[in-house]
């Protein structure tokens, strides 16, 4: 489980200051939910999680985010092994041109992982208690003979654990891009999941969905926590109260407040916060 | 007000003559060729015409094979050498260069495009050809220079702005959501060109590199000037060829004097304009549907 | 993990290889004209026609190819003008239908790619049947044909690019399509206009395949549409091969001033468009 910290973070678009001196300790194996009105650096602060804000080209990045205590912006640091260890999902999901099948088998391909090491995270899951109760049907996902192959279990385990597998599991070689937007979120999710993060970002991830595939990606979250850190952004208030334990509120690049749920919810200390959490703007 | 509306429809009128003027031309341009072809369809068929290798004017024998064998030899030479060179440059543009990298080398490319094809062919005589000859007699062959392989670079120097700059706008196309996900999962980026970018640009990339095969199809000039102009099927790399626009170029002389010269090249020249107008139809199509995608 | 990095950094110097090689071709072209051409570059060669005989005769110059190139890229530009102007603009969507306007930049694209020889042997044909001899008349048409797809194209973005509001300000005040046309568009549309046309001037006045049929060579200057004309492509591509160094000298001189009109010709159309661009609205 990694301790994210975050420490004097500032962000900059060109001369604009999009995220100011921001500080603060994401707690572990908990959903933390980002709010605020729009263009306030939500999605910024979300993205200097996983050094994806780098891929704008004007962007300029002070201070440290520390994840299991070493500085993530730090020129020696791994990139590559920051990502897999912290997952994103984008707002819109957006399926690789490639079959499901691949989709789910990409990152653990990339990362050049081998069949042990696969069976191994498998096993690693199944023995997870918390995780018999997340999703029963991986207990259902039985080790075959070390002829068959583990890519294929571990596909068919991520897409349980995103709750996709029922649906696709007779047209895994179809294209991924003729899924439905609410599939492929899950999708998205699951190919996050196999790459066995220890964290997941989600940026505004059921915005682009319908109410029923919203309610699964929030149930899908909620068992989630068990074993990874979850930091979502989001601009529905009620979405937050539904599902954050712990919520951060930024107002114009700046952190306001942050705090367990029902503090920030019922008795903020803030008047911005107030206001924000009353409604009164949005 | 009513000679408002006359001065109106009468610039539509020209406008749409003109409109009509250049749809047609396309259009002229084979039948006139093909009216003038005639005469040697009358007398040859045309499979005889393009597979036989006979080529004496004098006798009346007008064997095409040499010349499409040349031409099609130096054009895949020049594609062998520039698509890598093209593919790895526009990669490199699109995915890992600044955008004011980028801005700089936009016209630095459009300026190579520019050079005119006989600048290319004086360039070629003065630095490739004693390269290729000197090449040559390295490996034992008694080449004077002026040959296929010479041909090949030349024309393919010549294609890189089209492909390059067609490839970048493609490779550019591709959504930056594609990148950023696999970028999210811990790709390196040259792993996202590899799997993701490439794929999602697989179609527009072919037709601009149909666009530089059409390109370096139809180039007179350079390559008549390095490629040795002997009307036999080449047989190496440091043998002279002889394609299909540089035989039109070379013989425009003699042709009105012997029977039958001026038909045949005018079929040569039809049959370039059709395979050559065919390509860059079927590129641009896929263009035009590979940027209506995004 | 290394091995993945060890990949990209091998393509990517890959790439950057690639890259220099264009780059350093360019330099190579620029270069070798500029040097053979600059040691013959002289007065008098740049006033003077060649004297006695231009395969044998060792004195004078090429003036006679300078001449002869710019009346015939001006003549041909000027009829390329005539006919791309108005297509240009009949192409927009008051005019033409949606298929229409297609076929007719199909059409063009094909045009586009056609070997300017094809038009040279077209040409030939045509001059043929009229009974005319290879003369400067002859070559401005087939000129003005190889011109006319570039040209078109360019201007048609240009008129392409002139904003729908623009347009429908104007035709809120009742204007015919003329008076927008002429009042809005052209005026917008200018820069892009002249680029176009500068831009074909430089093609046209390189292109060698289509006016060696038609055009002719001589040694003079022509003096009526008639007379057959010289050309500077067509000066170095006769005056390379011959054994006597002060021919070839014309050949490197012609082929430097060829160059330099050409790139001149690319600079202008860029500084031209940009001068222009402050009447217009962006």
New interface residues.
Partial sequence: MPHISLRGLNIYYGRHNALRDVTVDIPDARITAIIGPSGCGKTTLLKSLNRLVELNEEVKVEGEVLIDGQNIYDPQA?V??LRKKVGFLSQKPYPLPMSIYDNIAYGPR?H?MKQPQILQQIEDLRESPDLAQLAPEIARVGIRSKKSDAMDLLVECYLRMAGLWQEVKDRLDDPAAGLSVGQQQRLALARALAVEPEAILADEPTSALDPISAQLIEQQFEFLKEKYTIVVVTHILRQARRIADYVLFLYLGELVEHGPAEEVFSSPRDERTRAYVAGDFS | MRW??I??SA??K??????A???S??VL?VL??F??SRPILARVSILDLLLSSSWHPLRGEFGFFPFIVGTLAVTAMAMILAI???L??A???SE?AHRRLREL?R??????A??????????G???VVPLVRALGHAVGSPTTGYSLLSGGVILA?MV?PII?SVSTDVLQSVPAEATETSLALGA????TVKHVVLRGALRGLMAAIV?GF??A?????AVL?VVGNVPKVPTSLFDPAYPL?AL??NN?GEMMSIPLYDSA??LA?LV??VV??G???GA??VLLRVERRY | ?R???L??AV??G??????G???L??V??IM??VV?GASSLSLSMIFQTPKGGYYLGKEGGIANAIVGSLYLAIGGSTLAIL?SL??A???QRE??GRR?AT??R?????????????????G???MRYFGLSASLLAGILVLS?VM?PIM?RAMEEAVRMVPLQLKEISYATGA????T?MAVVLKQALPGMITAAV?AF??G?????SI??TAGYTDYIPRSLLDPAASL??A??FQ?GTPYPEVQRR?YAA?LI??II??L??LAA?LLGLRFSKHIIK
């Fill in positions: 791994d590559l092994a990339i050049r | 408002r509306r001065k109106d610039a539509t020209s406008m749409r003559l003109a409109l003027l250049v749809n031309l396309l341009l006139g060729l009216a003038k890598p060179v093209c790895l440059s990669i490199y543009l890992y080398v016209p630095v490319i459009d300026l190579l520019g050079i005119p094809s006989v600048i290319y062919g004086f360039w005589v003065i630095v120097i890189f390059i390196t980026r040259w792993e666009l059409a390109r199809f139809g180039e007179t000039m000037m626009p039109i170029a425009y090249l005018m020249a370039l304009l050559v107008a390509f860059n139809l641009h199509l | 993990m091995a993945r990095r990949e990209e393509f990517k890959l790439m950057l290889a690639s890259l090689l264009v780059l071709v360019l190579a072209i070798v004209v053979r006919l108005p297509t603009l009949a192409l005019y033409t229409v076929v007719t199909l059409c063009l694209d094909a045009l586009w790619g056609i070997p300017s020889i094809v038009y040279g042997a077209f030939f044909v045509v044909l006319l078109a015919t399509r003329l008076e046309t831009l430089g093609r006045i390189g292109d060698a395949a060696l049929f492509p067509l170095v591509f390379l050949a082929a060829l160059l050409v790139l010709a690319s860029r």
